[in-house]
């Protein structure tokens, strides 16, 4: 385990003083990956925030989908390097370079989506997500019928606002705390 300090602005819970469900959720994640990610630390001050939080986060990445993972990834990695969020540019970039097998994807769509190495449906998701993310208000049919246009149901088109909506919330809660990115996400898939 990490040392808290280093973590989060709030404190970590030590590993034995953590319940069980916890307990054995951080295990199983440093079996996993290896490591335990800091976001799962810092997550554990409050145990029911990060059980919701993996629920959601299960609900809206592990589904069928039309969305490849890497969709999924790219999308975060955007608006994260938009809201300034480091913790999740960095995790989900790593997640990116193995969901894509490109080792240079990250970071070309965390400097610039509208430049990177995508095709024109995936740069119209990021799009999509990015207006989610500064004006949901001005979502409109014409929106819609962009993506629809692009091969998009009305299915993956609540997917890609969930997966939005719900990463932006991670980045804020990753800037508050001020977690502190893994130094294993750096040499993941390059």
């Excluded at 970590?12 to 976001?39: R, T």
């Excluded at 997550?43 to 809206?60: I, K, W």
């Excluded at 502190?180 to 750096?186: A, N, Q, S, T, W």
Aim: charged share 20%.
């Amino acid at each position: 385990m990490n040392d808290q300090k280093s973590i989060s602005r709030y404190p970590v819970p030590q590993f034995a003083d953590q319940p069980e469900d916890i307990q054995a959720m951080l295990s199983g994640a440093e079996k996993q990956f290896g490591f335990v990610p800091n976001v799962l630390s810092a997550l554990s001050h409050r145990p029911a925030e990060l059980r919701a939080f993996l629920t959601y986060n299960d609900a809206v990445m592990n589904k069928e989908s039309n969305l490849s993972a890497a969709d999924k990834e790219m999308l975060i990695v955007a608006f994260s390097s938009l809201n300034g969020c480091m913790y999740c540019v960095m995790s989900h970039g790593a997640s990116l370079r193995l969901a894509s097998e490109n080792p240079q994807l990250a970071d070309q769509v965390a400097a610039n989506y509208r430049e990177a190495d995508i095709t024109p449906r995936q740069k119209a998701m990021i799009a999509f997500g990015i207006k989610v993310t500064t004006n949901s208000a001005a979502i409109g049919e014409e929106d819609f019928e962009i993506l629809e246009g692009h091969g998009f149901s009305r299915e993956d088109i609540w997917d890609i606002t969930a997966v939005t909506a719900f990463y932006n919330l991670s980045n804020r809660m990753m800037s508050l705390l001020a977690v502190r990115p893994d130094d294993e996400f750096y040499m993941m898939g390059r």
